[in-house]
């Protein structure tokens, strides 16, 4: 039981380029989300989604874009990556049916020079 | 959505209890109150929740106005490992569509 798992841990981009982030969790959660954090401050979210084939807008939503075609899997894309999107990403995936806990993934690193 | 607002940073002596106050002035009826804490650059894991009664579990102890306004959350003998970003945020047990996270208190213990 892996929890939820983030690819990669690491990556350096130049400016424009594009990749995704791949978010997996093998606990059943409907309800997954990825925030990003800046040095020395809190979680900001960027998307999140309820389910299988949805998705929603956070906080900071511009220059990212998320799909969810499987239940397991959180994708979060960067078009064109900008500088102002290095940052910490984390995913995490809520667990409903009791205590409504979040269950987080140690984090993608990302640097955009 | 409800917002919370905690103090930037707090310090504390280890063996000493820590009491981290947040402000959920907005909360409604049925939202609860959570705690995580991220230690160094981890994500963050979960400590506490509680909707009206004082809450308490192997970790910390939860404590929640009367009016719900504002909560507590202690760490009756913290060590230096408690050393961490603790965050409060409000939602519905039920499901809660947007988990907003604040910039949380940032808590030293030391020797």
């Known amino acids: 039981n892996a929890g939820v798992t983030q690819t990669p841990k690491f990556r350096v981009l130049k400016t424009g380029q594009s990749m995704t982030l791949l978010c997996a969790q093998d606990m059943n959660h409907e309800y997954m989300y990825w925030y990003r954090q800046d040095p020395g401050m809190g979680l900001r979210l960027i998307h999140y989604?309820?389910?299988?084939?949805?998705?929603a807008k956070g906080e900071v939503p511009d220059g990212y874009n998320v799909s969810r075609l499987k239940k397991q899997n959180f994708l979060l894309g960067l078009e064109s990556a900008a500088p102002s999107q290095t940052s910490v990403y984390f995913c995490a995936s809520l667990d409903t049916s009791g205590a409504n806990v979040l269950t987080f993934g140690a984090g993608s690193r990302l640097t955009v020079l | 959505d409800a917002k919370t607002t905690q103090p930037p940073s707090m310090d504390c002596a280890e063996g000493r209890a820590a009491n981290l106050p947040c402000n959920h002035s907005?909360?409604?009826?049925?939202?609860?109150v959570y705690w995580y804490r991220q230690i160094h650059s981890q994500g963050p894991q979960y400590i506490i929740h509680g909707l009206k009664n004082n809450e308490t579990n192997e970790m910390a102890s939860l404590i929640i106005t009367e009016d719900r306004k504002s909560s507590t959350l202690i760490l009756p003998h913290a060590t230096l490992r408690d050393t961490a970003v603790y965050y409060c945020i409000v939602g519905f047990s039920g499901g809660y569509n947007k988990l907003i996270f604040g910039a949380g208190t940032r808590l030293a213990v030391h020797p």
């Open positions: 907005t909360i409604s009826g049925n939202e609860y």
């Open positions: 989604s309820v389910g299988e084939g949805t998705t």
